[in-house]
Structures are given as C-alpha cells and as structure tokens.
C-alpha cells in the first residue's frame, strides 16, 4: 500500500462542495505527485464512471474510481468533508471521499491491496479510526495498514467455507452458550461490478458480515479486477441458497442451476445484504428453484423464479434494452473500422471506387486509385459483419455463449433475405429467446456437458433459420425496404422533424440510453447506406457535438456563472465536443440539470433541424471535426453546428444568469483553500 498513497495524497479538511470538485480536488494532488499525466482526462473517464452508477455507500462513504489511461501508476488519494457532499448514497452526503485511479492495464497485485481496502471500509472501526484522525501521515499509514498483507480474495470474504466448522457455522444464543449442533443455512454469492475495483469486494465483505451476524455460513466469489477465482464445486453443491450481486454479467452461471437464487445489483450486496440474505432464506423454504440461471440476464433483472422482484430488479423495457445495447457496442468498433476507411476511400479516389475491380486481381502500387480501391474494400468487408455482429451479440446479451452461433446464423440469414439492420435485430431476439427456451428444458445429467456446444447451437440455429428463411424474413425486409424508401424521400418539415427528433434524443441525456438509441439508428443505416441514412447519420454526430461545444463557450463568455473547476472542464470540452465525445457536457449537467440539460437539448435541436434542411450528408461514424472533408456541404453542416451551439449558449446563460445572484457553485478557492466568493 506504500506506493498507493502517502501523506499528500491525504486531505483531513476538504472543502469541496460538489463529487465533482471533490474529485478535481483529490486528483490535483495525484496530478502533484506525478500519478497522473492529464488531470481533465483522468476526470473525464472519473466522471463516465460515475454516470454508470453513483459511487456513494450508506455510511457516509464516496468511492469515485476508474480506470484510465491518463494514469501512470495505481494511486488512492483520500478526503475528509466537514460539511459532506452528495455521492448518490441512499442516507445522505458522505465525508469520507476515497479517489481511486487504477492504469488502464494494472498489475494484479495493486488490484488486490485496492480490493482490501474496500473490504475494510465496510469495518465500523476502520470508518471511525478515519474520523478521527488528525495527521495526514497517521491516516495514510492507517489506511495502508499495519496488519498482514490481505488474504486472497475468496479466503478473505469466506464466512467459514475454507474452515468448515468455524465462523459462521453457529449461531451463539445470548449469554455465550456453545455452537448449535445444527447444521448451518450455507449461501454462496457472487459479486461484481463495472470496474471491478471497488463496488466487488464491498459487497463481498458486506455480506459476509451480515452472514456472521445471522449466524448463516456466506461463501463468496468476487468476479473482479484483483483476480477470479471460482468457488469449489463441493461448497456450491452444499449451498443452500445463491445470491448475485452484480452489475456486468456473473461467469459461468449453470454452476448455480437448481439452486434458490437472488438477483440484484452490486449496490443492494453493499447496503442491504441482510435482506438479501433473509430473502435467500425465504426462497430456499419456500423450495423456489431456479431453473435456469445459465441465461444471461441483465444484471440485477430477475430474481430466481423469472420474476422481477422490488426495486432494484429491471422491468423487461430495461432488460430489452441492455440486450440491444450488448449488440449495438460489437457493432459500434466494425462500423467504425469500415466507415473510416470507406470514407478515406471515397476522399481519394471519389464515390465511383465503390465499382473498381477487385484488388486481389487488380492492384497497382503508385497508382492512387488502387490504394482507394484497397481502402474500400477492406472497409466494405468489416461492414459486412455489421448485422451478423449485431445479431449474435444481442443473443449474447440474452443467454451467453450457446446463443452466438444461431445469433450469428440469423443475422447472416438476414443479409441473405435484404432484411438488413431490422433484420438484424429481429434474428439477435430470436435466437436468444430460443436458446432461453432450450436451456428451461429438463435433460438428463449424462448431456449437460454436451448442451452448450452441440445440442443448443443446433437446435438454435435450425429453429432461428426456419423463422428468418420461411416466416419473419420477407415481411422485415419489406418494412425495411421501407424504411429506406422513407428516409430517401424525406425532405421540407419531414426531414427537419427527424432531425429535430435525433437531436433531442442525442442531447438529453449524452451518452445514455436515448442518446445510444438515436446514435444506433444512425450506425444501423451505414450498413446499406442511402442518402437518407447519410443524412441521419450526419445530423445526429452533428447534435452530439453541441453539448460540449456550448459548455466550452458559455464557460469562456461567461465565466463568472462557472465554478472555477467547471471552467477548467470547459476547456477540456472545447477538444470533446469537436472529437464528436457528448460525454463532456456530463459534469456540467450534473451539477444543474435544470438549466443546462433544456438548453443543450434546444441547440441540438436546432442543429439536427438545419443539418437536415441542409441536405449534410456522412459516411464516417464518428470523428467530428476532423472528418470534415469527408462530409457532404461542409460549410452548411459547420454552420448548423455553430447556429445549435449558439442557441444552447445564450439559453444556458441566460437561466444560470437569471438567478440573480452568484450561485455558491460559483466561488474561487482562495490560496489558502477557503472559499472566496465571486460577484456574478
């Protein structure tokens, strides 16, 4: 732990009144000592990280973590607030802030001591030691630890499973009296999170605890980023009760089939794990067996019957979405790949490349044609993939490996029958749904080990085959022709309509879930495209690059309404908002959604409307400016950028100005870190 945090990387008095200025603050001094390279990009990928998921625990804790590239070196800074700041917890602000930057590709052994301090911030007397604390070099040296170096992961969070017999396989009655005779109620859990860093191990520990407490033996694999290491199979067949908490998708699920099963999310294992465990209870005497928990739910979706269950379980719109969304982010890197090259093709050898002769019969090395040639071809074999991609990975998301070859299968079916990106998608849901169906089936214990690698496959991908070929097929290519037909001929107030539509949905809430959908609408067009998906595609990169662009101006033309950090944010906005990267308008929504989020949503509104009436064109599925040239009218798509960004500026301003006195967000540290007022 020495190398992760010294007595610098201490704060006993922070001041910040926001996560964000917390976490500017903390980074600051990572930035001091030279663990990190670039304070706003590190706070960038800080600020996506929370957007997933707020990073604050009951118990007055913040734990904003990631992992980037802007890191050198694995570091924890930590924080203690007087007055508290908002991190998302259920019972109010939290005053003790641990920063946590992890590289892009750290070591094993930092993962573990990062994991074993999250375990120990779920220790009563751990969270005092650290209130208490006066001296920076005391707290960094408490927090490094004086004990022996951590246990691995599951010996760490076992509530008895290695000693069989020992804590947490009796319970005590009052008074002290021996270990029941009985044989414990025996649970094994799993846990993880997005990052695996933090959420994983907390909630392994949280559990655990709450198992000791109860007197119910807890067994626990973390899933995470310090190393995965699966529960003995002995001890699984024993449990007599599973319960995931998760947020990114448990391995090897069929582990767990037979078994009474809670579902829920990373943060409910933190913060409820009592309930949870007395849920277990409740399931496993009321002989509710999971029957088929080797399907890949979205995480924190079911419980063991099926059934959504309370708060934390996602009705099937969530659900459905997740599935999409799985496909949409395996598509997104070949849409990527072959739309810049197709463009690049197109910028040097013009639009008639696309008929050149094939390059492995006709290619010359000086000429300029035939290295456009190779550029479009190459490109046009990565678009190829996009609706197979798209459909296997949406089969994926539903029910894990065993889906991706009928996945796949229906995908290519649907190229076969010109049902194209509609297609697609049909055939991803179908071919998960139908491997759902199979795996609920009884069979004998002599062919579960041939299921997932011949049995589901076939019967899969004949059953998906059937329907794309002989039932679904044609009616989707017919609606998808049109589609087509459709946004071909959309011109006048239909068009700017829909780019006043894209525009909404890419602005409101940049980089969730209506902005992928609009942003996946627009990929799914490259993959046969036509004026009209050009179009589309144009308007929406276009709105997505308004947010950024107005924080980054509003923060120059106005400064005084800005806080001195989100001024330094609308710096690094200025090189976002141009790469076409939404997300750096997050901290400024974040911090007044009121304002900022109806006034982006109203340039890039305007911008989606123009770029339309304008008639831009796109083949690139991202780059922002800097595929300009590859752009059709350039000057009126530039224009239509700067007219939204303009609107979105002047709104922002003119609401965050109608406050009419400077808001307490906007105040300078003084020099000796108190808080310097700033007249508006």
């Not at 924080?79 to 946590?100: H, K, Q, V």
């Not at 890949?296 to 969304?325: I, W």
């Not at 029958?417 to 199979?438: E, K, T, Y």
């Not at 409101?508 to 036509?530: E, I, R, S």
């Amino acid at each position: 732990m020495s190398e992760l945090i010294t007595a610098e990387l201490v704060d006993l008095d922070l001041s910040a009144t926001t996560k964000d200025a917390a976490a500017r603050s903390l980074a600051e001094r990572m930035v001091a000592a030279h663990r990190v390279t670039d304070l706003d990009g590190f706070l960038a990928d800080v600020a996506a990280r929370e957007a997933q998921m707020p990073t604050g625990l009951d118990g007055g804790i913040g734990i904003p973590h990631c992992r980037s590239e802007h890191v050198n070196a694995p570091t924890l800074a930590f924080g203690r607030s007087g007055a508290g700041i908002d991190f998302g917890a259920a019972d109010g602000p939290a005053d003790l802030i641990f920063l946590i930057a992890a590289p892009a590709g750290a070591d094993d052994d930092h993962l573990t001591i990062l994991s074993g301090l999250a375990r120990r911030l779920m220790d009563p007397e751990f969270t005092a030691a650290l209130r208490a604390g006066t001296d920076p070099r005391a707290v960094a040296a408490l927090i490094r630890g004086e004990k022996a170096p951590e246990e691995p992961e599951q010996e760490r969070v076992e509530a008895g499973s290695q000693e069989q017999g020992r804590a947490g396989t009796a319970t005590e009655a009052a008074g002290g009296t021996e270990a029941a005779e009985s044989v414990p109620f025996r649970i094994v859990a799993v846990t993880s999170c997005p990052t695996g860093i933090a959420h994983t191990y907390m909630a392994a520990e949280s559990l655990a605890a709450a198992g000791r407490a109860e007197g119910v033996e807890v067994t626990v694999e973390t899933q995470g980023s310090a190393g995965f290491k699966k529960l003995d199979p002995a001890v699984v067949a024993a449990a007599d009760a599973v319960i995931w908490a998760h947020d990114v998708e448990v391995r090897e699920k069929a582990r767990f089939r037979g078994k009474p099963l809670v579902d829920v999310g990373v943060k409910a294992g933190v913060n409820r794990p009592a309930e949870l465990i007395a849920e277990a209870r409740r399931k496993a005497e009321r002989g509710e067996i999971s029957t088929a928990p080797d399907t890949d739910e979205a995480p924190g979706s079911k419980d063991g019957d099926g059934n959504g269950s309370g708060a934390d379980h996602a009705h099937f719109g969530v659900r459905l979405r997740t599935y999409l969304m799985s496909g949409v982010s395996y598509m997104v890197p070949f849409v990527a790949a072959g739309g810049l090259l197709i463009a690049l093709s197109f910028a040097i050898g013009g639009y008639e490349i696309a008929s050149a002769k094939s390059v492995a019969d006709h290619f010359v090395w000086g000429e300029a044609d035939s290295w456009a040639a190779l550029l479009n071809q190459i490109g046009s074999a990565a678009f190829g993939f996009l609706v197979p991609v798209l459909a296997g990975y949406i089969a994926y998301g539903m029910a894990d490996r065993p889906a991706l070859v009928p996945g796949f299968v229906g995908g290519a079916i649907a190229l076969t029958v010109n049902a194209g990106f509609l297609g697609g998608l049909v055939a991803g849901l179908l071919a998960g749904a139908v491997v759902m169906a199979v795996q609920r089936v009884p069979v004998h214990a002599t062919l579960r080990g041939i299921m997932p690698v011949l049995v589901i496959p076939l019967i899969a991908s004949a059953t998906v085959g059937f329907l794309m070929f002989i039932v679904v097929g044609k009616p989707i290519a017919s609606l998808q022709n049109a589609l087509t037909d459709w946004l071909n001929g959309l011109s006048g107030s239909n068009a700017v309509i829909l780019g006043v539509v894209l525009g909404l949905m890419m602005c409101f809430d940049m980089g969730g879930p209506l902005n992928k959908v609009a942003y996946a609408f627009a990929v799914g067009g490259l993959a046969d495209p036509t004026p009209g998906s050009l179009k589309v595609m144009a308007a929406v990169m276009a709105a997505g690059m308004v947010p950024p662009l107005a924080m980054a101006l509003a923060t120059t033309v106005r400064k005084k309404l800005f806080t001195k950090t989100e001024r330094e944010n609308g710096r690094a906005a200025w090189v976002l908002g141009a790469s076409f990267i939404t997300e750096g308008a997050i901290p400024f929504a974040a911090a007044d959604p009121l304002r900022v989020i109806p006034s982006v949503m109203a340039g890039g509104a305007v911008t989606g409307a123009l770029s339309m009436a304008f008639g831009a064109t796109l083949r690139a599925p991202h780059g922002g400016v800097f595929v300009v040239p590859l752009i059709g009218e350039p000057f009126l798509y530039l224009l239509a950028i700067a007219a939204g960004t303009l609107v979105a500026t002047a709104l922002v301003v003119l609401l965050k100005g109608a406050r009419g006195t400077a808001p307490e967000a906007a105040e300078d540290a003084g020099a000796d870190g108190s808080r310097v007022p700033v007249a508006a």
